[in-house]
């Protein structure tokens, strides 16, 4: 039920913000993406949000790409399985020697995400900042945004991006406070 209230949202957020409801906004073929730190991200579309935040944002510090009335998403109905399907396979990000250190089976994910520091990008940035999308790691890596060094989106190519459903989730869980529920 929560997601299918997302996908509405998505769809109409997109719809009234680009006059298109073609494209699915912060997709590679079009649009802006959804949030970030280049200024104006929405949760689902690339219409301007008030402020911004991080560089180039033109926000004041501290605001976030967060807008008010996103769903309630829950890390163990809708996230977790996001990860369970996309990343948690035994040659990425679960076993004895998960990539980049981050495990994230279930059971494990939540703590090894929020509030953590990523190995990459010189240690300086948190994988999961509850509340800001655009200062969050994992969110600018499954983007494909804002890598640093030798890093890749995630999912890593030829395998496809997340769906913007998905990337949607995962925004809406980080506004939401990346809750462990």
Not at 64 to 79: I, K, R, Y
Not at 89 to 114: M, N
Request: aromatic letters at 4%; a negative charge; one cysteine or more.
């Amino acid at each position: 039920m929560r997601f299918k209230h997302l996908l509405a949202l998505a769809a109409l957020s997109t719809a009234i913000a680009c006059g298109d409801t073609t494209s699915a906004g912060g997709a590679p073929e079009g649009g802006a993406p959804s949030a970030g730190r280049g200024g104006g991200g929405a949760a689902s579309g690339g219409a301007p949000a008030a402020g911004g935040a991080g560089e180039g944002g033109g926000g004041a510090p501290g605001e976030t790409f967060c807008e008010p009335g996103l769903p309630e998403v829950s890390f163990a109905m809708d996230v977790q399985p996001i990860f369970t399907t996309s990343c948690a396979k035994s040659t990425c990000h679960a076993g004895t020697q998960p990539d980049a250190g981050l495990d994230l089976r279930e059971g494990v994910a939540h703590g090894e995400l929020v509030d953590e520091m990523t190995s990459q990008c010189g240690g300086d940035r948190v994988r999961i900042v509850a509340g800001d999308p655009a200062e969050s790691y994992l969110f600018d890596k499954v983007r494909g945004e804002e890598l640093c060094g030798t890093s890749r989106r995630m999912p890593p190519t030829p395998n496809p991006m997340l769906a913007q459903g998905d990337l949607d989730i995962l925004e809406a869980w980080i506004c939401g406070g990346a809750l462990d529920d």
